[in-house]
């Protein structure tokens, strides 16, 4: 069975630090990663996704995340956090095989930067 | 461009009754497909579509019908609503051609559902 987990349900970080939001993921073959970011009251958006290539990949807000095949794992990145991007972020993956067009999504973790 | 439009954005039902979420899509997306979110379960798919007249069940189809008859719409159908279908739903198309974003989801604001 497919399946993406985000271990955290919050990830507490203070204003101008790192911050990382983890996603680990089980899923046949090399799968399409992405991020997404809910605001309060608003549909999903896209923040970045990983195809194929460097395992670093760039998106918007200045959020990376860092793909790593032996781990399975996609965590999202970002050198200083603001304040603005507290919110609830989603992993999602998009397997390649016979479920290619089901995109599977982690239980979403909430997001606190605190002033 | 109004992407992905969703209605309602409220609706309260009592248990038993019939209702439809409507859902259009002004980008020529040829995939469409629903979601709901739980709290602590993210969003679980419940049906797609790949183009008008082809559909297919999701992670939880039980209780919901869809169908497709034109590329703009997909609306999703609860029969005999449950108190269990109370969730904040979600459609989503995507690109399914060779472009940079035909992987990616694009997302209506949502309908909260009720069911009492």
């Known amino acids: 069975a497919q399946s993406v987990a985000q271990p955290e349900d919050q990830v507490n970080v203070a204003e101008g630090n790192p911050l990382t939001v983890k996603c680990t993921y089980s899923?046949?073959?090399?799968?399409?990663l992405f991020w997404y970011v809910q605001y309060p009251n608003r549909g999903l958006q896209f923040l970045l996704k990983?195809?194929?290539?460097?395992?670093l990949v760039k998106g918007s807000y200045g959020f990376e995340a860092e793909f790593n095949k032996s781990q399975t794992s996609f965590h999202l990145k970002k050198p200083s956090a603001l304040v603005s991007d507290s919110a609830l972020y989603f992993c999602?993956?998009?397997?390649?095989?016979?479920?290619?067009?089901?995109?599977?999504f982690g239980s979403g973790t909430k997001l606190n930067v605190k002033p | 461009n109004a992407g992905v439009t969703q209605t309602p954005k409220f609706q309260v039902l009592k248990t038993g009754q019939s209702m439809t979420l409507q859902c259009a899509q002004d980008?020529?997306?040829?995939?469409m497909s629903w979601y709901r979110q739980d709290p602590g379960m993210g969003l679980r798919l419940i049906h797609y579509?790949?183009?008008?007249?082809?559909?297919d069940q999701g992670e939880v189809p039980n209780g919901y019908n869809v169908s497709r008859s034109t590329t703009e719409d997909f609306p999703l159908r609860l029969l005999s609503a449950a108190p269990s279908q109370t969730s904040v739903y979600f459609c989503?198309?995507?690109?399914?051609?060779?472009?940079?974003?035909?992987?990616?989801?694009?997302f209506g604001a949502g309908s909260r559902l009720t069911v009492l």
């Open positions: 579509s790949v183009g008008a007249g082809i559909t």
């Open positions: 999602a993956v998009r397997p390649r095989g016979s479920n290619f067009n089901k995109f599977y």
């Open positions: 990983y195809i194929t290539g460097d395992n």
């Open positions: 989503a198309s995507r690109d399914t051609g060779f472009s940079s974003g035909a992987n990616v989801l694009t």
């Open positions: 899923v046949s073959g090399n799968p399409y």
């Open positions: 980008m020529n997306h040829e995939y």
